[in-house]
């Protein structure tokens, strides 16, 4: 997905455009550049990102959980740092910590939920579930209300994970608002008895809509890189894990 990010296009159709303009190949040299400078008004200065992640963010904004039906609460796992200087809830990347965060405010109200941590280490000291389930602790989470699923890589190996363990008990999936359309039609075509429940939201809407403007920004070429990435992921799971 590094190549793919927009920081790495717009470096690529650069260096280009400069070997192009060196060999004197001027339509090639001034084609890049043009499109240099089309491609970063769209995904550095116009609203399209943010409009393109409110469109899979905003189905999830009111969550209608029947928490009595659940029986877990499963957090979809995204990574950590092993940087020592830290406490374990900073350990965990920002989307990590937001969705264990809710998971306890939800179980905090639910008693009865016990907690699924997913995640697997990537050459790091150990798991993501494992690194989630410190910080649990810290929140007061007992650690026989904790379930963790050591080997899940990805979205569709935790649904097939949390389906050979459960079967058909009820779980709420907390993941990113941006990433819960992919993970609801996941465990919809798995036949997951599953809810969804959004952690935290990358578009956050003001009363006059002022946050879509045109200004130069780094935060909408991130916008833009999750955007491609949960559409490269959703087209990979149709295509490919669907047919095999």
């Not at 008693?111 to 602790?137: C, D, F, T």
């Not at 359309?181 to 009363?207: C, G």
Request: charged share 20%; glycine share 4%; with cysteine.
């Amino acid at each position: 997905m590094i190549l793919l990010s927009s920081i790495s296009i717009l470096l690529v159709i650069a260096i280009l455009g400069l070997v192009f303009h060196y060999k004197k190949k001027r339509k090639s040299s001034f084609f890049c550049f043009g499109f240099l400078a089309f491609y970063f008004l769209i995904v550095a200065v116009s609203p399209i990102p943010q409009l393109l992640i409110h469109s899979i963010e905003k189905p999830f904004y009111n969550s209608d959980i029947d928490f009595a039906k659940a029986k877990y609460i499963l957090v979809l796992g995204a990574g950590y740092t092993d940087d020592a200087k830290l406490n374990d809830l900073q350990k965990l990347s920002s989307a990590g910590a937001a969705r264990l965060t809710q998971a306890v405010l939800l179980k905090s109200k639910n008693p009865h939920l016990k907690l699924i941590l997913s995640g697997k280490s990537k050459n790091q000291q150990y798991s993501v579930a494992e690194a989630m389930a410190r910080a649990a602790i810290k929140f007061g989470i007992p650690s026989k209300d904790i379930i963790k699923f050591h080997q899940t890589k990805n979205t569709y190996e935790e649904a097939l994970q949390y389906k050979s363990y459960f079967k058909d008990k009820e779980v709420i999936v907390v993941s990113s608002a941006s990433h819960l359309k992919r993970a609801n039609e996941i465990f919809t075509y798995l036949k997951v008895n599953h809810q969804v429940y959004a952690a935290d939201f990358s578009v956050k809407e003001s009363p006059d809509l002022s946050n879509y403007n045109f200004k130069p920004s780094s935060s909408k070429m991130e916008l833009m890189d999750c955007y491609v990435h949960e559409l490269l992921g959703t087209l990979y799971f149709r295509y490919f894990l669907k047919q095999s």
